[in-house]
């Protein structure tokens, strides 16, 4: 039986056996890994350039290129929708960021996500696709966050062309145009690039193959990243989108594609399976099923504004919301039924604090916290007067929501639902 899988001796020397297995189930970066699943995260709408065959504006639910998505989620939704993909998808191995703007130009986001995506799956390969241009100001970040496959879209090596291809580049505060934008751009690109490649990172360069204006110089291009540490090129026919420069570019046929990749391919490794797909692509690279999530977040907020839902308490006189969690000795639930509360019993627990105003992270307390959310875990929401940040991102990470307040039971529970379902 043949194999497509990457051979050892394919791999830069620096790369560590862990990048090596998750290259070779990386369906993007090991044609023989088709049968696994990647999930974009579309958690970066912004973007710090403006490519000529860019446009982000569609919302369009059947048109698949990148760039386009039909939702945008902040890393906490990155995360719920990943919980609910990872159950039906079987063989999902790569979580990747690829828009619809920049992975970079979005970096907060772009590292909330992964962070939090990771807590809960540390299994998974992380990919970033990138234009580059902060690539020397993130590289570090990308290596520390341990990011393993990075993409960076590398058009052109010469300003005079970028200047063709790139309408703006706003770098550090400044808008850039022509070929000095360009310059700076390409320079970032190629360091930026450098340094991953140099700490380990499997680095593949994408290239939009733009007719007239690049085609004759990728071969440049490729060499170049080669030498830079580059492990593949990804040579990309232009799609002329609607609304954009190049919107009225020739298309480049598919004998003109493969015949560059294969001139290409005496230099460098080439991707031959690529789809150019969506910001919010799932599933395998044949079979995109991002239509059956799109109403993941919809859902998931629904649900959170459920008819029923039970809700912990933490008071000292049994009518008000008057007591910190930290002081709680026990906890009176309650249960919220379309718009009704009723007691359902008292819990007791062990408290949390020993009386200091703020809560704290010291070893003891951890034992303690674990238990509380054992005892109320079947509630979806705590209500105290005050809360300290370790328990309520503990509670939090098993899907119970805090709300800290002072009012009667009654009222609080009646506001803090209606407040969750908003
Ligand atoms: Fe996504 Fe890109 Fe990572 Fe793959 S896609 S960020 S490397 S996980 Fe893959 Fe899609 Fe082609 Fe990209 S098929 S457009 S190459
Ligand atoms: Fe669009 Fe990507 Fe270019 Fe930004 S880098 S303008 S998102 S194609």
């Not at 619809?100 to 807590?119: H, Q, V, Y």
């Not at 390409?186 to 690049?214: A, D, F, P």
């Not at 990728?218 to 170049?224: A, E, G, M, S, Y």
């Not at 008057?322 to 019993?345: I, M, R, T």
Request: hydrophobic share 35%.
């Amino acid at each position: 039986m043949s194999c497509n899988c990457i051979g050892n001796s394919e791999f830069p020397e620096n790369i560590s056996e862990e990048t090596k297995a998750k290259t070779q189930t990386h369906p993007c970066y090991s044609a023989g890994a088709h049968d696994n699943a990647r999930m974009h995260i579309p958690v970066a709408p912004m973007c710090n350039i403006s490519c000529n065959y860019c446009n982000r504006k569609f919302d369009c639910l059947h048109e698949s290129r990148p760039g386009v998505t039909s939702e945008v989620l902040t890393p906490q939704e990155a995360l719920e929708k990943f919980e609910v993909v990872s159950e039906k998808i079987d063989n999902l191995k790569v979580v990747g960021i690829a828009g619809p703007g920049d992975a970079l130009a979005n970096w907060e986001s772009t590292k909330k996500s992964i962070e939090l995506i990771r807590e809960k799956d540390p299994t998974v390969t992380f990919c970033l696709s990138t234009n580059g241009l902060m690539l020397p100001e993130y590289a570090d970040e990308i290596v520390k966050l341990g990011v393993h496959h990075v993409t960076v879209t590398i058009n052109t090596i010469d300003p005079e062309i970028g200047a063709k291809i790139y309408a703006h580049v706003l770098y550090k505060g400044t808008r850039y145009t022509g070929v000095e934008g360009a310059k700076i751009l390409l320079e970032n690109q190629l360091k930026g690039l450098e340094m991953l490649t140099k700490q380990g990172v499997m680095c593949k360069v994408n290239i939009v193959m733009v007719k007239g204006v690049n085609e004759d110089t990728i071969p440049d291009v490729v060499k170049i990243v080669k030498e830079l540490g580059a492990f593949m090129t990804n040579i990309m026919p232009l799609i002329p989108a609607e609304g954009t420069v190049f919107q009225n570019m020739k298309l480049v046929s598919n004998v003109e594609l493969t015949a560059m990749r294969k001139k290409c391919s005496i230099d460098l490794k080439q991707m031959y399976h690529c789809k150019q797909c969506r910001a919010d692509a799932i599933g395998k690279l044949e079979q995109d099923r991002s239509y059956e999530f799109r109403n993941v977040i919809k859902d998931i907020k629904l649900e959170k504004t459920a008819k029923k839902i039970k809700v912990a308490v933490a008071s000292k006189t049994g009518d008000l919301i008057d007591l910190h969690f930290g002081h709680a000795k026990n906890f009176l639930v309650y249960q919220y039924d379309s718009g009704k509360v009723e007691f359902l019993e008292k819990r007791d627990i062990e408290n949390y604090c020993s009386g200091k105003e703020e809560c704290g992270i010291e070893e003891d307390k951890i034992d303690k916290i674990d238990k509380i959310i054992d005892a109320i875990k079947d509630c979806g929401l705590v209500l105290s007067m005050r809360i300290g940040e370790e328990p309520k991102r503990k509670l939090l990470k098993n899907n119970i929501e805090t709300v800290e307040m002072y009012d009667s039971i009654e009222n609080g529970i009646l506001s803090a639902v209606e407040g969750l379902a908003e």
